[in-house]
């Protein structure tokens, strides 16, 4: 795949690019509470909860079937590009494995695999997906008054000393809850 992301010149990148860009998310989101009605965010904070709650599940699903599709593309690409060796090998009238001139086995090429674009397009809209549930999920954290640090240490309990990052923000006992 091509590099898909760039700094603009002349800008210094933050420490961490996915903690300053969830960062300024959260800090756009909490602020169109005090939006008026045309924001979209603002509805979500301020209106029926069943409206973010469907956004959060019906861009869950979205998201499954995204990677559902990007899954059939190399998927169907491997199975071509194992077909194709087949014939291949079959038309050279080769077996499992070739021999070489002591009798050996001789050493299998590596198969080839060549993806179409379309697969790079269904990575762009798994990515695009998986935008919109963080998105949606961090309007109903908001809505709840559930700040960043606090999501961020309830996934920081989730890993071992040795995972998390040092001086990570942690959940105290008391709030530590696992399932229902």
Do not use: C
């Not at 992301?5 to 800090?27: D, F, H, K, M, R």
């Amino acid at each position: 795949m091509v590099d898909k992301t760039y700094i603009p010149e002349g800008e210094v990148p933050p420490a961490s690019q996915i903690g300053a860009t969830l960062e300024a998310l959260g800090a756009a989101i909490a602020a169109r509470r005090e939006a008026d009605e045309t924001s979209y965010t603002h509805r979500l904070l301020t209106g029926n909860v069943d409206g973010v709650l469907k956004k959060v599940m019906e861009e869950t699903g979205e998201v499954a079937l995204a990677a559902k599709d990007v899954e059939g593309w190399a998927t169907s690409s491997l199975a071509a590009a194992v077909a194709l060796q087949a014939a291949g090998d079959k038309a050279a009238g080769d077996q499992s494995e070739t021999l070489d001139q002591g009798g050996a086995a001789a050493e299998l090429q590596p198969l080839s695999v060549q993806l179409p674009p379309e697969y790079g397009e269904a990575v762009d809209h798994l990515r695009y997906e998986a935008a919109d549930v963080v998105y949606h999920l961090l309007v109903v954290l908001e809505r709840y008054g559930i700040s960043l640090d606090e999501f961020a240490a309830e996934l920081n309990m989730r890993m071992t000393d040795e995972e998390r990052p040092a001086g990570a923000v942690r959940l105290h006992g008391e709030y530590v809850r696992r399932g229902k």
